[in-house]
Nanobody
Framework: QVQLVESGGGLVQAGGSLRLSCAAS????????MGWFRQAPGEEREFVQA???????YYADSVKGRFTISRDNAKNTVYLQMNSLKPEDTAVYYC?????????????????WGQGTQVTVSS
């Protein structure tokens, strides 16, 4: 059992930066693959980035070079540093975890989800 709590969302201007945090509890953090997804109104939940247990990072083309996922195993926390934000980044951002060791961009393959945090980027 894993509990995930996101924080750090808010309203920022285009070009600005924001850092999301996801605190995990319930089991050994190092055994989890962590991912960030986002969902805009009327759209499917979209893969953003993921980081494996060993620190390998995978990302969507839409955020390449702008977003950076990282994890602090000592704090059981994963972060999403978002730079050069665009209005199209506006969405609810979800932290997710899976117990497998491999990367997956498919939300169905993630076992645990946070409640989401709203990110709004103004023009």
């Amino acid at each position: 059992q894993v509990q995930l709590v996101e924080s750090g969302g808010g309203l920022v201007q285009a070009g600005g930066s924001l850092r999301l945090s996801c605190a995990a509890s319930g089991r050994t953090f190092t055994r989890l693959v962590m991912g960030w997804f986002r969902q805009a109104p009327g759209e499917e939940r979209e893969f953003v980035q993921a980081i494996t247990r060993s620190g390998d990072i995978y990302y969507a083309d839409s955020v390449k070079g702008r977003f950076t996922i990282s994890r602090d195993n000592a704090k059981n926390t994963v972060y999403l540093q978002m730079n050069s934000l665009k209005p199209e980044d506006t969405a609810v951002y979800y932290c997710a975890a899976r117990s497998g060791s491999s990367y997956s961009p498919n939300p169905r393959e993630y076992d645990y989800w946070g409640q989401g945090t709203q990110v709004t980027v103004s023009s």
